[in-house]
């Protein structure tokens, strides 16, 4: 079993930065593949970043790749995301997941564990 709790998220300015942590409870953190994803008002879960457990290998949506940045801390059971260049079209819940794969999913319903999410809103 592996709970999960997110934290950072808040209010912030078109072209502002934003932390968030994922803070997991469970001995096995260090062998899961941890993701992010967001869910806008009306629209489905979408994929946001995700890191692996074996070589710490990360990946990213199209809209994120460039802006965003995954990395995870296995002595702290924490994964982050650095969020920079934030755009109003970035906000969402953002919500982490773990996933019992060597290769990090890009699909929700392939991940084993979900936080309650963290509100982001970007204003313009």
């Known amino acids: 079993q592996v709970q999960l709790v997110e934290s950072g998220g808040g209010l912030v300015q078109a072209g502002g930065s934003l932390r968030l942590s994922c803070a997991a409870s469970?001995?096995?953190?260090?062998?899961?593949?941890m993701g992010w994803f967001r869910q806008a008002p009306g629209k489905q879960r979408e994929f946001v970043a995700a890191?692996?457990?074996?070589?710490?290998?990360?990946y990213y949506a199209d809209s994120t790749k460039g802006r965003f940045t995954i990395s995870r801390d296995n002595a702290a059971n924490t994964v982050y995301l650095q969020m920079n260049s934030l755009k109003p079209e970035d906000t969402a819940v953002y919500y982490c997941?773990?996933?019992?794969?060597?290769?990090?999913?890009?699909?929700?319903?392939?991940?084993?564990?979900w936080g309650q999410g963290t509100q982001v809103t970007v204003s313009s």
């Open positions: 997941a773990a996933a019992a794969a060597k290769i990090p999913p890009r699909r929700a319903f392939e991940y084993d564990y």
């Open positions: 469970g001995r096995t953190f260090s062998t899961y593949a």
């Open positions: 890191i692996s457990w074996t070589d710490y290998s990360t």
